[in-house]
């Protein structure tokens, strides 16, 4: 138990997103979760996140955690899962609920605790059921005094929403330890960047940027059907995409390494789905350090494309989607 009882917390820069074992951004091979896994490791990548929410992935994540337990012990690696959403219109955030979801989490993590657990998607509840007594975040803290958790956390997409939990937290003396955000730094969208003094204010200690490609926007091909994107934003990414490979530039890349560089947070969770995507991105944040290291900024090529790319975007930019939307 090491690791539960070291007070050191040592993120590394990239989190590996399980939720991509869910099958909702696209198909998974049988293998790939085991090897992409073990590559991460090798590439000491040792975070990962995870959900009840994301279909099978706590049970996939656990069984490949639980192979690997010889080269790899509980104590050399971070879980971060979550608790309160269950379904798309599924959520339960009371104690009873949230105590049950750390239990079940923990038998499909194959673990008897865990480093993180956010309240999940804080925004599609009412504020009451996420802070008072009888509710996800007192329950929390207190399985954090029990020792079953390490920290604390809450996730959702509306900033604004986290502050103000964040905020009530820091003023009853019980301030949240860890923020999940997510789709807010990204190439169409960095509102979280005038969030971050703020929830440092109100004594949030880490706080994760998810979702540097925005939920799969700023891929090759077609973003996920479900995307909460607008029709406009998704045909000028789509412009963005073909402007970059015609340029010999990979729009995924461009997108990752922009996020990257976003200084003052402890990791960026991005989704792997394979080996190769283990590979792109630990090469892609390697190329920016060696960068930095130099001195040296972007080729004038790369800075070329990216500032008509920003024009493209211009019009979507720091436009938010609504969560919960209007059909919730």
Known sequence: MENRKSNKFHVPE????????????????????????RRAFELGINAFDTSPYYGDSE???GSVLHTLREEFPRSSYYIFTKAGRYGPK?????????????KESCRRLRTDYL????????EFVKFEDVVEEGGALPELFKLKEQGKIRYVGISGYPLDVLLKIARFQYERDQPIDAI?????????NIKLVNYIEEFRYVGVKYIMNASPLSMGLFRNGEPPEWHPASTDLRYAVA???????????????LALQFALDLDDITSTVIGLSNPNEVDEAIASLKELHARKKRG???P??????????YQILEPHFNHSWESPPKDH
């Open 14 to 37: 990239l989190t590996f997103g399980a939720g991509v074992f869910s099958g909702r951004y696209n198909h998974i091979e049988k293998d790939w979760p085991l090897l992409s896994i």
């Open 59 to 61: 049970k996939i994540l």
């Open 90 to 102: 599924n959520f339960d955030f009371t104690a009873k609920r949230i105590q049950e979801s750390v």
């Open 115 to 122: 480093d993180i657990v956010y309240a999940h998607d804080v």
């Open 180 to 188: 999940l955000s997510y789709s807010h730094y990204c190439l169409h």
């Open 239 to 253: 412009q963005s995409a073909v402007l970059a490979a015609r340029n010999n530039l990979n729009i995924s890349k």
């Open 296 to 298: 040296k900024t972007i």
């Open 300 to 309: 004038e090529i790369e800075k070329k494309i990216l500032n008509e790319i």
